[in-house]
């Protein structure tokens, strides 16, 4: 049932969002040189690595790092970058990702392919097991600011919780968030 959910959701996602995903391609054309998509290497399911989309919000000269661990992350952000992270539109090529089966909306986040010591506490815990996600239990309950040992144990309480009822309320808390609350970085 989930992944009839999560195909039939996005493909009609993307088909509403089609003029918003054009207006969004043009705008990275027209205001920063590169491709309009950055391929992230991701770790999903059973640590198999895949390929994830986002728009680009970053000049192609950043280098191969995560975000938080730049010096001067400012500094590498597209023109229309800070917008597109604020409103998490950056991640709409994700749909993508999950009419293809590599991602659910609800799971936990797909971590970098370097990040060893995550995917390590993540397989001792099951949690590889599961499909990765757009969004997430941990997502939010404090995204990127919370410690790796913190984030494991909120996706092995998802792992725990798992149903259809509690992916929809970490679904409708997860809109709430971008839609209404500040606070919501990268």
């Avoid at 099951?126 to 790796?148: C, E, F, K, M, V």
Wanted: net charge positive.
């Amino acid at each position: 049932m989930k992944r009839l959910f999560d195909f039939s959701v996005a493909l009609l996602s993307l088909l509403i969002l089609l003029p918003l995903i054009v207006i969004i391609s043009l705008a990275i054309k027209l205001t920063s040189p590169g491709p309009i998509l950055y391929w992230s290497d991701r770790v999903g399911r059973n640590n198999v690595l895949f390929k994830m989309p986002k728009f680009r919000t970053m000049r192609i000269d950043t280098p191969a790092l995560p975000t938080h661990l730049l010096t001067n992350p400012e500094a590498y952000l597209t023109p229309i970058g800070p917008f597109l992270r604020r409103t998490s539109l950056d991640e709409i090529p994700q749909l993508f990702s999950i009419l293809k089966g590599d991602m659910s909306f609800v799971g936990p986040r797909p971590a970098l392919f370097n990040q060893d010591d995550l995917v390590v506490l993540r397989t001792e815990s099951g949690i590889h097991l599961l499909t990765p996600g757009l969004t997430g239990w941990a997502q939010i309950n404090g995204r990127d600011s919370l410690p790796i040992p913190d984030k494991v144990l909120l996706d092995k309480e998802y792992l725990e919780r798992q149903s259809f009822l509690f992916d929809m309320y970490i679904f409708a808390r997860t809109c709430k968030k971008i839609l209404f609350e500040k606070d919501v970085s990268h």
